[in-house]
């Protein structure tokens, strides 16, 4: 089992920041890449970005792109996810995910952490 913690969620105005973090205890060996997702209200959980274990890859939305920033501390097993130039279409419940698959195919999820950007 692997459990996974968010944070770092709030309320912020539109144009500015907030950093996640996501914080990963358990049996996390064998760890090969982790993800944020977001839900908004009425809509599907999408995908946010990802970064492999080593750090060496990294992937974004487009929606995010040029704006979002995904981070590792291996020492830490902590995720971070810095968002800037926030927009209120960002507002959503962004989760925390956990992968051991090459594939695109995450196995444990976080709680989720509120994001609500205010226009």
């Not at 459990?3 to 770092?8: A, F, N, P, R, T």
């Not at 080593?54 to 971070?80: C, H, L, M, P, Q």
């Not at 810095?82 to 995450?106: G, I």
């Amino acid at each position: 089992q692997v459990q996974l913690v968010e944070s770092g969620g709030g309320l912020v105005q539109a144009g500015g920041s907030l950093r996640l973090s996501c914080a990963a205890s358990g049996r996390t060996l064998g760890t090969y890449r982790m993800g944020w997702f977001r839900q908004a209200p009425g809509k599907e959980r999408e995908f946010v970005s990802a970064i492999t274990w080593s750090g060496g890859s990294e992937v974004y939305a487009d929606s995010v792109k040029g704006r979002f920033t995904i981070s590792i501390d291996n020492a830490k097993k902590t995720v971070y996810l810095q968002m800037n130039s926030l927009k209120s279409e960002d507002t959503a419940v962004y989760y925390c995910a956990w992968s051991s698959w090459a594939q695109p195919r995450y196995d444990y999820w976080g709680q989720g952490t509120q994001v609500t950007v205010s226009s």
